[in-house]
């Protein structure tokens, strides 16, 4: 049981403790004071903090990161949906902050745990990293509960909400950089994770979702990201990875939120009807499905996400804006199969992604 700093004697809960002021935080701290403002394992639906205190640059504060926990009195699955690891991407956090805003106790068999923002701070301020210190949230992970405030952060989010976890929905998309064809993805099983059953939790969850596009992606290395740590800890695990560019649009946030609902229901958490939609079924397979650049200038796209390409084709130029008598470079579409993300456009350096391409499959 996760045990939050006061305890709550009740048996039905409506409650919102996110203006409960936080105790400052010492100068001198440990793990210990790194606390909940709500307890998940009490039934009713709560609002409130994950609150980490560290020193900051005018001196000791607290990172406050906001969640929701909605236990129902009726047994069932515990499902983490988290958004916002990386600060520029901005349809999870929205959509979660919705569907906190719109679900009862009423409603919920088991427990749903909402994080719409895990990096907060970087969805504050415009960036994909957090500003404390600029570490990548996402490499943080499993994390370590006495090293930098990355670190910590990975570790309480992962020890409090993705252990107690039968599924965890991850909502992505492609930052300022890139732009997704509105996904939900899987991973292909590694040497460890959940095993043939829990797997396939995952690949039903990703079909249940309906986004627009289903894909299976390369298994990620242990230990490297949150997907990774998640499937090591035998974990089923769904990633979204809704559009990009450094915004959202009403499109993503309407697959975001009928995705939601209809995962809930899929795992009996939601006792209503499923929205049926199409999905088609892509495979990355491996690196030579990722296409970078082999120069620095100007990104001028020749196809959109979601189209269908084919080899031999231009896929995008690199032009030189500086002279006009250069020559763009093309860069020409190495395989078949359908363009799933693609580079914003406009400034672009060598070694960044320009695309990611997939092929289509039977499911």
Not at 23 to 43: K, V
Not at 53 to 71: D, N
Not at 172 to 179: A, I, P, Q, T
């Amino acid at each position: 049981m996760i045990q939050a700093r006061t305890t709550i004697q009740a048996t039905y809960l409506d409650l919102d403790l996110s203006e409960t002021p936080s105790p400052p935080a010492p100068a001198l701290f440990g793990t210990q004071d790194t606390h909940l403002t709500i307890d998940p394992a009490l039934p009713g639906k709560q609002h409130g903090y994950l609150v980490l205190p560290y020193s900051g640059p005018t001196g000791p504060t607290h990172l406050r990161v906001p969640l929701c926990s909605i236990r129902g009195h009726r047994p069932g699955p515990t499902l983490l949906l988290i958004g916002g690891v990386h600060g520029d991407e901005y349809v999870g956090p929205v959509a979660l902050q919705r569907l906190a805003q719109s679900l009862t106790m009423q409603q919920v068999h088991g427990c749903l745990l909402i994080v719409p923002a895990a990096n907060s701070t970087g969805l504050m301020a415009g960036m994909r990293c957090m500003p404390e210190e600029g570490q990548d949230l996402d490499l943080c992970f499993p994390g370590n509960p006495t090293a930098s405030l990355g670190q910590r952060l990975a570790h309480e989010l992962f020890e409090r909400l993705v252990r107690p976890a039968d599924l965890v929905v991850d909502f992505r998309c492609g930052g300022r950089s890139l732009e997704f064809a509105p996904s939900a993805a899987v991973r292909f099983p590694g040497q460890s994770g959940p095993g043939q059953a829990g797997q396939a939790i995952s690949e039903a969850a990703m079909v249940a979702f309906g986004a627009p596009n289903s894909v299976r992606f390369p298994a990620s290395a242990a230990a490297s990201c949150l997907q990774a740590v998640v499937v090591d800890a035998g974990k089923s695990y769904v990633q979204t990875e809704l559009g990009g560019g450094g915004g959202c649009s009403a499109d993503n946030l309407d697959v975001a939120r009928i995705g939601c609902l209809n995962v809930l229901q899929q795992m009996g958490i939601l006792h209503e009807e499923m929205h049926l939609r199409a999905s088609r079924m892509l495979e990355v397979r491996d690196a030579s499905f990722y296409v970078h650049a082999t120069r620095a200038g100007i990104l001028a796209p020749h196809a959109r996400p979601g189209q269908d390409i084919w080899q031999g084709n231009v896929l995008a130029s690199v032009l030189q804006v500086d002279s006009t008598g250069v020559e763009p470079q093309d860069i020409v579409i190495p395989r078949n199969g359908v363009l799933l993300a693609m580079h914003r456009g406009g400034r672009i350096s060598a070694g960044d992604l320009v695309a990611i391409l997939a092929d289509e499959v039977q499911r």
